[in-house]
């Protein structure tokens, strides 16, 4: 009898067992719920990428990763939206590289002015070996860059008059985004530099706290910064490159094919902005110039390149072990 006992609860310890197995079986695996931050509107060229990005990501993983953009910087400003990549409470993001120096100091050198010639030579350098050390220092930091986005060409643009050469900024309170080199180089030009969030320069724009501020045309026309302040000056002092990345902890929670999946993904999002972002910048200037806005070129820009180099010499004095990046970017073109 204490046999057969025995051997019915061994039975039935079984027969759990497997119905555990083939209940856990029958279960739909848990979708990883993925944030990502943006600080575009919707519509905007980044923003479709990264809506682009997130489809594809869930249709190549079979929805094991779900990634959800947040547009318009509803989850903090990039700083803080930096922070929270790097610790894993947002997942991926798509961030401009001038708030990343403070983090990650290698980023600095592609907000030298004029360290580009040209978009194609910025996407040209990104996408290929130096592209691949920027994105090894970013790994460092807890970043995992998987493509680059464009942002065109920075421009100055103030509430009072054209700016045609470095004397035409003397003066005037210009707000740049938080970085020492911004500072110094409107500093340079003889501007009074108001590092501010992006969210606050209408309204800065609007009652003079500021005079004028930089950047590229859709983000001028979008922000509605022309409509207070219409000179729009071609400098073109800064052509920045921006990140689609992922946070380290998300990446490595992945499998290899996932992480093929989400690179390509990237990848593929990257194009789609590049040839959106051209699009919208023919679009945006017609926009601004209907609005009545200025628009003007710049002739003499070396003028505004002999007031930087002390910018560049300062910068390789305090960074010897960045110089290597300045002088490949400056040889590949």
Request: hydrophobic share 35%; glycine share 6%.
């Amino acid at each position: 009898m204490q046999t057969r006992k025995r051997f019915s609860v061994t039975g039935c310890l079984k027969i759990t067992a497997m119905a555990g197995a083939l209940t856990a079986a029958a279960l739909p695996v848990q979708a990883d719920q993925w944030r990502g931050w943006n600080i575009h509107p919707p519509g905007y060229p980044n923003s479709e990428a990264l809506e682009s990005f997130a489809e594809e990501v869930a249709e190549k993983t079979d929805g094991r990763v779900e990634p959800k953009v947040y547009h318009n910087a509803v989850l903090g400003d990039q700083p803080d939206a930096i922070e929270q990549t790097r610790s894993g409470a947002l997942d991926f993001a798509n961030f401009n590289m001038g708030p990343m120096g403070p983090i990650v100091p290698a980023t600095n050198v592609l907000s030298l002015p004029f360290i580009f010639n040209s978009v194609d030579d910025m996407y040209t350098i990104m996408d290929g070996e130096i592209g691949d050390r920027f994105a090894d220092a970013l790994a460092e930091e807890g970043l995992i860059a998987l493509s680059w986005f464009g942002s065109g060409a920075r421009s100055l643009y103030n509430t009072d008059h054209p700016v045609k050469t470095p004397a035409d900024v003397q003066g005037i309170k210009v707000r740049v985004m938080n970085n020492d080199l911004y500072v110094e180089m409107i500093d340079n030009l003889g501007g009074n530099a108001t590092p501010m969030s992006y969210g606050e320069v209408y309204q800065s724009l609007k009652t003079g706290v500021i005079d004028g501020a930089e950047n590229n045309y859709p983000s001028y026309e979008t922000s509605g910064h022309y409509e207070v302040a219409k000179y729009y000056s071609l400098t073109e002092h800064l052509i920045l490159p921006e990140c689609l990345c992922i946070a380290k902890s998300s990446w490595e929670e992945l499998s290899e094919e996932d992480q093929k999946a989400v690179r390509t993904a990237a990848e593929n999002a990257a194009e789609t902005q590049r040839q959106l972002w051209e699009e919208r910048v023919q679009k945006s200037k017609q926009t601004v110039l209907d609005a009545g806005a200025k628009i003007n070129d710049v002739n003499d820009k070396a003028a505004f390149q002999e007031k930087m180099q002390p910018i560049y010499d300062d910068f390789v004095k305090q960074h010897p072990e960045l110089e290597s990046f300045v002088t490949d970017i400056q040889a590949a073109q």
